[in-house]
T-cell receptor
Framework: AQSVTQLGSHVSVSEGALVLLRCNYSSSVPPYLFWYVQYPNQGLQLLLK??????LVKGINGFEAEFKKSETSFHLTKPSAHMSDAAEYFCAVSGGNQGGKLIFGQGTELSVKP | NAGVTQTPKFQVLKTGQSMTLQCAQD?????MSWYRQDPGMGLRLIHY???????DQGEVPNGYNVSRSTTEDFPLRLLSAAPSQTSVYFC???????????FGQGTRLTVV
């Protein structure tokens, strides 16, 4: 079975500050990991994904995440927050025989203060 | 490309009514899924399909039916709506196992 835990349902940062959204996963098979962003009243958009290979993954809008197998983590970071980053962020895992199924975390709402 | 299209965008139902949420994709994706989103619970998988004629249950299938007669369409049927089914529903598609999922804009359903 697979599961995802996102630490912190709400994170608030100041504009220009570091963004760190935490994601830990559990998987009995090699995981495929994803971060999605959801802006108000919209669907989910892929930020970045880890499949195999390089453990530091770069995504859109200046976000990146590092896959750490020993820590079962896939934390999302951005060096400098922008007001437009305010949204809800979801970490998800798939793998093995899960097919097209994604297992999502609970989500983290990011607020950016001016 | 339209991507994944969901209709309607908003719907209000009375308890006991039935309805079908429509989902269509024009990317020739084999995999399609339905999720529901509730506050603090992320997205939970309702049903999914790995190809036309093949469907399976996800985490929260009770009260919902699906069928997949074509590659493009994956409708979700609510048999007898209940207030607990008030939620935002998302349809997604992907090319295959463990690949990126593309999401529709969602259907906001309220059952009164």
């Amino acid at each position: 079975a697979q599961s995802v835990t996102q630490l912190g349902s709400h994170v608030s940062v100041s504009e220009g500050a570091l963004v760190l959204l935490r994601c830990n996963y559990s998987s009995s098979v090699p995981p495929y990991l994803f971060w999605y962003v959801q802006y108000p009243n919209q669907g989910l958009q892929l930020l970045l994904k880890y499949t195999t290979g390089a453990t530091l993954v770069k995504g859109i809008n200046g976000f990146e995440a590092e896959f750490k197998k020993s820590e079962t983590s896939f934390h999302l970071t951005k060096p400098s927050a922008h007001m437009s980053d305010a949204a809800e962020y979801f970490c998800a895992v798939s793998g093995g025989n899960q097919g097209g199924k994604l297992i999502f975390g609970q989500g983290t709402e990011l607020s950016v203060k001016p | 490309n339209a991507g994944v299209t969901q209709t309607p965008k908003f719907q209000v139902l009375k308890t006991g009514q039935s309805m079908t949420l429509q989902c269509a994709q024009d990317m020739n994706h084999e995999y399609m899924s339905w999720y529901r989103q509730d506050p603090g619970m992320g997205l939970r998988l309702i049903h999914y399909s790995v190809g036309a004629g093949i469907t399976d249950q996800g985490e929260v299938p009770n009260g919902y039916n699906v069928s997949r007669s074509t590659t493009e369409d994956f409708p979700l049927r609510l048999l007898s709506a209940a207030p607990s089914q008030t939620s935002v529903y998302f349809c997604a598609s992907s090319t295959g196992r463990n690949t990126e999922a593309f999401f529709g804009q969602g259907t906001r359903l309220t059952v009164v």
